[in-house]
């Protein structure tokens, strides 16, 4: 065949194409080969039933000790404590955070000394130690009094009343996560492209609405993945707590298989919790994530929400022949690799944007 | 529009040892469309940028209607820097438009106008949103209202930056080479809006390389090179008659 004369019937073709060409319009496509990708597939598929086999089959995991155990009222109680404890923390952590890395952008000296300084200290103690000196605080000063600096003071409390365990254990927890939390923010505010402070400036906003309404909302888009990295951490981080016999998860856990030795259903039952935690965290950061995504993605991702609505629309319309389901995006479900090639693509460009 | 008068005395700048303003003195009168022309590096943008403060200057002042930008005098002569709630207070009566738009990706066309008159102005929200409608219509894009910066052409997200910065209703807008970010099919509809800009009367400091724009819009055009002011005049006598050598080097280079 001669591709010569095949280039002056159809002048549209590449030059450089392959010597031999089809000559019909629509030429059949055969996907490329993938034997390797089978071969680990089946490989991780033996994997996985072998641990849901020892999983179901291994009675030591005793799964009738772990049900009974899940929804126990102390483990709910110390469920209570660790989320409280969570919450808290990281209120103080991210309030305190956002305050330190202000501090250190700002311009004076001894504001960014005095931020640099809390960051060193609290990012080098180790968080069991911290916890164990806020509670014994009380050795240190006894009393605890409010008033004017170096001069009269007006009210006191006994420290031991101030802090007991979960005070101790939110100040140890709280303040150490704010010299991670004010790293974080820091990166996020030094991300956001020098020209949007100057033009905040130039439009003359006040220096507070800089920050509030132009600079952190864009930050936020860089924060929010590693913040929620720091929740998550500090959810188990709230384990260590235990040193101060603290009524959380893992404490009253403990205190539970210290009774009838049943160490791992036990463990497993805390463990189960935390997954859920985390994967509670986990939504909430999806939908975080996309609300600061707000113009800077000029389509947002579908929610799973979304996802799931469509993929079932999609798999009844093929059923039953009903229509599609209305709000389906272009190019969904015609197949399923094809509408996973058309996402990416989108996705490219609403990352690229327009110059 | 009677305000809108800049006063540039005896301006110096300098990163490190580099000259970047060399003297500089320039007057803009209200109303009128002044045109700094000059190669890469040869101070036009600083200048600009030193007019609202954005950038300090080391020696010399500027006044926008008789104003000391950055400063007041004290009695005993010595000029004393303005707090930074002061010299916001003074941006507001400058507008601003940059090279890269500079707009807020996470706000509406509409917002990044709204933004300004609110909370620097502290002007009531329904008030200045009819007129950021108004001014968005006005640049052409009333259709595009609620449209994020980065659904915009790179045309449109500037046209959206001259409604954001004409919505503080400043004496003097000031233009970072508005059109050197642009696509060439683009540069057109964003002159358009500026020549309309320069018919109402307000005061326009553009610092650009469209020479064609500069000679049919600027009332003066000044060259500048090296942190000096070289030649300035009416756009007949710079551009078709220069008295400088360095400025008709230029020219001859662009045009």
Redesign the interface.
């Known amino acids: 065949m001669s591709t010569v004369s095949l280039h002056h019937e159809e002048p549209r073709l590449l030059v450089g194409e392959a010597p031999s060409r089809p000559t019909t319009d629509e030429p059949r496509v055969i996907g490329a080969r993938h034997p390797g990708r089978w071969v680990a597939t089946v490989v991780v598929a033996v994997l996985l039933a072998m641990v849901l086999n020892s999983l179901v089959t291994n009675p030591k995991w005793e799964w009738s000790v772990v049900w009974q155990y899940l929804t126990w009222p102390s483990v709910l109680e110390g469920l209570w404590g660790t989320l409280r404890l969570t919450a808290v923390a990281a209120f103080i952590g991210f309030g305190l955070g956002t305050v330190l890395a202000l501090m250190r952008l700002s311009r004076s000296p001894l504001l960014r000394g005095v931020s640099w300084l809390y960051t060193w200290v609290f990012r080098s103690v180790p968080l069991i130690l911290q916890l164990l000196l806020w509670y014994n605080l009380a050795y240190l000063y006894p009393q605890i009094t409010l008033g004017i600096p170096f001069g009269p003071s007006f009210t006191g409390f006994d420290t031991l009343d101030v802090i007991d365990k979960f005070g101790a254990a939110i100040l140890g927890l709280g303040l150490s996560q704010a010299a991670y939390s004010a790293e974080i923010v820091r990166a996020g505010i030094l991300g956001v492209?020098q020209?949007?402070h100057?033009?905040?400036?130039?439009?003359?906003?006040?220096?507070s609405?800089q920050q509030r309404?132009?600079i952190l909302?864009?930050a936020m888009r860089t924060i929010v993945p590693t913040a929620v990295n720091e929740i998550i951490g500090l959810v188990k981080g709230t384990s260590v707590v235990y040193v101060l016999a603290y009524s959380e998860l893992f404490y009253i856990v403990g205190v539970i298989y210290g009774r009838n030795q049943r160490v791992v259903p036990l463990l497993v039952v805390a463990g189960i919790w935390y997954l859920v935690i985390t994967t509670v965290l986990t939504v909430i950061q999806f939908y975080v994530e996309r609300h600061?995504a707000?113009?800077?993605?000029?389509q947002l991702p579908p929610t799973p929400l979304q996802r799931a609505r469509w993929g079932l629309g999609v798999a009844w319309s093929r059923i039953t022949g009903a229509p599609l389901p209305s709000d389906l995006p272009p190019g969904y479900g015609s197949r399923s690799l094809a509408a996973r090639g058309v996402l990416t693509r989108t996705r490219r460009t609403e990352i690229g944007?327009?110059? | 529009m009677s305000a809108g008068l800049v006063e540039v005395r005896g301006v110096h700048k300098a990163y490190g040892t580099l000259e970047v303003l060399d003297g500089i003195d320039l007057v803009v009168k209200p109303g009128e469309v002044t045109v700094i022309l000059g190669p890469s590096g040869s101070g036009k943008s600083t200048l600009l940028r030193a007019i609202?403060h954005?950038e300090k200057v080391d020696r010399g002042f500027i006044e926008v209607d008789g104003e000391l930008i950055g400063y007041r005098t004290r009695s005993d002569g010595a000029l004393q820097e303005l707090k930074?709630?002061e010299i916001?207070?003074?941006?507001?009566r400058i507008g601003?438009v940059?090279q890269?738009f500079?707009?807020?990706?996470?706000?509406?066309a509409l917002e990044n106008v709204v933004?300004?008159p609110v909370?620097?102005q502290g002007r009531p929200r329904a008030e200045v949103e009819a007129e950021a409608r108004e001014l968005l219509e006005r640049v052409g894009l009333g259709d595009k209202i609620d449209a994020?910066?980065?659904?915009?052409?790179?045309g449109q997200q500037q046209r959206v930056a001259i409604a954001?910065?004409l919505a503080?209703k400043p004496s003097v807008v000031l233009f970072d080479e508005p059109t050197s970010?642009l696509?060439p099919e683009l540069v057109g509809e964003v002159l358009d809006v500026i020549r309309d800009l320069a018919a109402t009367g307000t005061t326009l400091v553009v610092v650009t390389h469209e020479i064609g724009f500069a000679r049919e819009v600027a009332t003066t055009v000044v060259f500048m090179d090296g942190g000096r002011i070289v030649e300035q005049g009416s756009p007949a006598q710079v551009l078709d008659d220069p008295q400088q050598e360095r400025t008709r080097a230029f020219l001859d280079k662009v045009l």
């Open positions: 492209d020209g949007q100057e033009a905040a400036a130039a439009l003359g906003l006040p220096r609405v309404r132009i909302p864009q600061y707000k113009g800077a993605l000029r944007g327009v110059a | 609202n954005l930074e709630k916001l207070r003074q941006r507001t601003f940059f890269n500079n707009l807020f990706p996470h706000l509406t933004e300004a909370s620097a994020y910066p980065r659904q915009l052409s790179g954001r910065a503080v970010a696509d």
